[in-house]
């Protein structure tokens, strides 16, 4: 399997994030990426090449322009309000919730802030834009070698993408591989791309830029929203709108769910991938649903991802799995490279 | 002038607030309804009194049900998550932003805290209920006092009010006193009313809870809102919604606004209220206005607010004064106090 690998994604480390108010350690750092580098090398798993730059306009393609200016200046910006920024990660403070506009865009750049995110959860460095395009290129270059024959691709990348929206940051995330893969292959002549998310989190940001599409089905395997981030979307009843309605499937699970229950998810999952007829596959790869994640309450073991990478393999689908969360670091190498050796060793 | 103090306001009282992602003082403190009630005592303008509990039924006609209910058992469950919550105030740190879901109430605490939020600016703590509930009987019982056939009265209360909307807090706002106000004024017979809000930053909440209706007038003067707080909403562009159309009068001023010109406005303002043919009129007094002031850029100065009240006396209306805004407490009962003053005795 080739493997797409964001040599810049170090460049996006943040200092910390908050967590009910108070600030704690990240939890999405470098290592996490390093984690897995380390373990595809021992493995033998294939390639490992070095994307190239992907145009903006490529980007444009699932984002606005007026956020992608936004994030590309971002720090800059940041560090001109005040030199001691410098050191300091930006964090919004303010939101445009329910009544307020975001239809213009203020000059305050706070308020931008605001404006372009979900969360004070999502360190915005001074790395960050470099890392996540970097992170991007990788993606559409995957999808790419999907189009030109390669069976499998995996990019290797942070930070994660899946939260990001058309025009907000969030959750970690800030540009959508997974998004941008699919798009890309369909602006390459597929006519049907499926995207299957099973990082632990909903995936609402992917969700959100195709809902109202028929050519990408989004499916996702996740915890309730209820009790889990991204909260505020990832519901049973969320079933696409307009010419998208049918094409949105979401498979919210309880806290405590094990292998057995997610793996009778994932079947039903792939029973519909199997009559959408995809000409690809994108794989929002979390391995987050693992037993010792720190962030988590799911309960997979390691060995359960070679299952997962065979059942994906059956579907005989040109896939593109992204990488996206997971935060136990020692096993993280293992779990992810897991579902590829699976997949790669299945037919 | 008859005044309603609230004696609960000291209940609410930050320990900190975020600019800019770090943790900074409170600039909304206790102090600050403190001093203009020693100014009051000075000038003897009038009996203080103690305002009768209303029903939370009342709250009901402006605010939400689920808001409501929420607000009232925050700190509760904010301190069941964790007993050190007890000495930490709470941040919300996750907001449904565009595409994201305010129809399903998570379970998880922290999202219902974002859900029903606008910014992290504003501590909730123990005491921030029972300080606010009493801060709107202050404004019900204000509205019955003009019902009654008082000419004018004070609402002495901490926190402010007019960034709350129908079912989110910011701004340092939880309940929207003034919307209290005029909506207790109008069920009880009064056919219009008019809200006028002259704090530097702009209404948004009161706005948008009247903004698709003819019986109440929403007119604002503030600093532009693509440099200040609340940064999306209160453009000019802004003229109320469906039978509201003509309703809402936005009055954006750039930075370094001075009384001429702000009282330019003011007669703008004025010009529009007389048209209107309100029963009743409601004050949103910020004096956050004032050149002195830590947060703002305006450049009114003590003895312009005596004249601010002589003009609001002249539109010759059964009038309530919310006490909303303005920070820079040393001045701040003067500058409250000469608004008061110049009303009652221009006439
Ligand atoms: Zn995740
Ligand atoms: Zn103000």
């Known amino acids: 399997m080739l493997t797409f690998y964001n040599e810049q994604h170090s460049q996006h480390q943040g200092r910390h994030e908050f967590f009910r108010g108070q600030q704690v350690p990240c939890f999405e750092t470098p290592a996490r990426a390093d984690a897995v580098l380390a373990e595809l090398g021992r493995r033998g798993l294939g390639r490992i090449v070095t994307p190239h ?75 960050t834009w470099s890392a996540a395009k970097t992170g991007a290129d990788c993606a559409v270059n995957a999808a790419h070698a999907l189009r030109l024959g390669e069976r499998s691709a995996f990019v290797l990348s942070r930070p994660p993408g899946h ?17 941008l893969a699919a798009q890309h292959m369909l602006d390459d002549g597929a006519r049907k791309v499926a995207i299957l998310d099973l990082d632990y989190h909903h995936g609402n940001g992917t969700q959100s830029i195709f809902y109202q ?16 981030f991204p909260f505020y979307l990832g519901h049973a009843d969320e079933r696409g709108e307009g ?82 969360g997971g935060y136990a670091v020692k096993e993280l190498g293992v779990n992810v490279v897991n579902v590829l050796e699976g997949f790669e060793t299945a037919l």
């Open 53 to 127: 730059g992907v145009p903006l306009m490529s980007l444009e393609r699932i984002h606005t322009p007026r956020y992608l200016h936004f994030l590309r200046n971002a720090w800059s910006e940041w560090v001109a309000l005040d030199p001691a920024n410098a050191s300091k990660d930006a964090f919004p403070s303010v939101w445009p919730v329910r009544t307020l506009r975001s239809d213009v865009e203020p000059d305050n750049f706070c308020a931008r802030l605001g404006l372009y995110s979900m969360d004070s959860g999502t360190p915005l460095t001074a790395g």
């Open 243 to 324: 010419a998208g309605l049918g094409y949105n499937l979401n498979l919210p699970l309880p806290a405590g769910t094990t292998a057995t229950a997610w793996l009778a998810a994932l079947e039903t999952a792939c029973i519909r991938l199997g009559s959408f007829g995809a000409d690809a596959l994108v794989v929002s790869l979390g391995v987050d649903t693992f037993a010792g994640d720190p962030l988590s309450r799911f309960a997979l073991h390691s060995a359960d991802y070679l299952r997962v990478g065979e059942r994906l393999a059956w579907l005989g689908l040109p896939t593109a799995f992204i990488f996206e």
């Open 163 to 179: 939260h990001a929206g058309a025009d907000f940051y969030g959750g970690y995330c800030f540009l959508n591989n997974a998004a």
């Open 213 to 228: 599409r028929d050519d990408v089905l989004f499916i996702s395997l996740h915890a309730d929203p209820r009790d889990e």
